[in-house]
């Protein structure tokens, strides 16, 4: 028995020590990346108080929240933080938390990489899209926070989605924040239906992705900008105006950011869904469509 509870010691202690470094690895990378991306921005006075004015971009993988948090990122004044791994990798554990505990780590990390990553007194943006499921947290963690919430047609980024494969039964990879690809119930799947969601198909996992994201991402409406993907390739001079009034920045530098925006693949799923798929998708995420304009 004690032989036993030796090799149980050491194996967490193994396990503990991997943790450590992985942790230590990731807050590395992003604070090396978040410092070159402040090194080779456009620099500009920077306005009071705007290390607490972050923007959080959320939504949707393959939405656009990516090409939006580059693009507010580049604006003289602000900084890119990209995807936090270290904040990504405990979002299935910090969901399960009350608000302030959400807060109060959202903060740790944000400013340690702030600190490591040399871009003190620069506007932040974060732009993982499973801080979605944590966006009352961040919002209380930064009470002069706004979200931008990328949204895109589901049955759209539902394409994307099984171009990617993430949520494919036979996908065995991980993602670059130590999380399994495949068809395995995640974290923001109802309890009741974790069962069900390993079950059916890819499209219809794809379609519940969507809903789940769009639907969290959607907690503080008073505290949110809406950014609908359709309209920023269609008019992406016109939606810069609109998102930097609202966000009280300039809107040059936005439009010049915006520009690079394009629109060859929206309403792709017409070509690129089956009838079968376009079943599912809309069997698991109809209701949510129609309700915003999209079906």
């Known amino acids: 028995m004690q032989q036993c509870g030796q090799v149980q010691d050491r194996q967490g202690f ?33 306005a ?20 939006t948090g580059a693009a507010l990122g580049s604006q003289p004044g602000w900084v890119d933080f990209g995807e936090v791994k270290p904040l990504k990798a405990i979002v299935p554990d910090l969901a399960a938390e009350p608000v302030e505990e959400q807060a109060a780590e959202i903060r740790r990390i944000l400013q340690r990489i702030r600190t490591l990553g040399l871009v003190r007194r620069l506007r932040g943006v974060e732009q993982n899209p499973e801080t979605t499921f944590l966006l009352a ?11 931008v919430h990328v949204l895109r047609d589901g049955r759209d980024v539902v394409c994307s989605l099984l171009e990617r494969g993430w949520l494919r039964a ?13 068809a395995h119930a995640r974290f923001w799947v109802e309890p009741e239906r974790r069962d069900e969601f390993e079950r059916v198909s890819e499209a219809r996992r794809a379609a519940w992705a969507w809903r789940r994201y769009v639907t969290a991402a959607q907690v503080a409406p008073e505290r949110t900008v809406e950014l609908r993907y359709e309209a920023l390739v269609a008019s992406p001079a016109a939606e810069a105006g609109r998102i ?52």
């Open 170 to 182: 036979d996908r065995r990879a991980r993602d670059d924040a130590g999380h399994r690809f495949g």
């Open 137 to 147: 947290g961040a919002l209380r963690a930064y009470p002069e926070a706004t979200a």
């Open 48 to 67: 009071p108080r705007s290390e607490e004015r972050l923007v959080f971009v959320v939504g949707s993988p393959r939405s656009g929240t990516s090409f």
């Open 244 to 295: 930097a009034a609202l966000l009280g920045s300039p809107a040059a530098p936005l439009q010049q950011a915006f520009a690079r925006a394009h629109d060859t693949s929206v309403g792709r799923w017409r070509e690129d869904l089956t009838r079968e798929q376009l079943a599912d998708v809309e069997a698991e995420a109809g209701g949510l469509l129609a309700e915003l304009g999209y079906a």
């Open 14 to 46: 193994v396990q503990a020590a991997r943790q450590g470094t992985w942790a230590a690895s990731a807050y590395g990378a992003t604070a090396v990346r978040v410092a070159l991306r402040r090194s080779g921005a456009r620099r500009a006075e920077s």
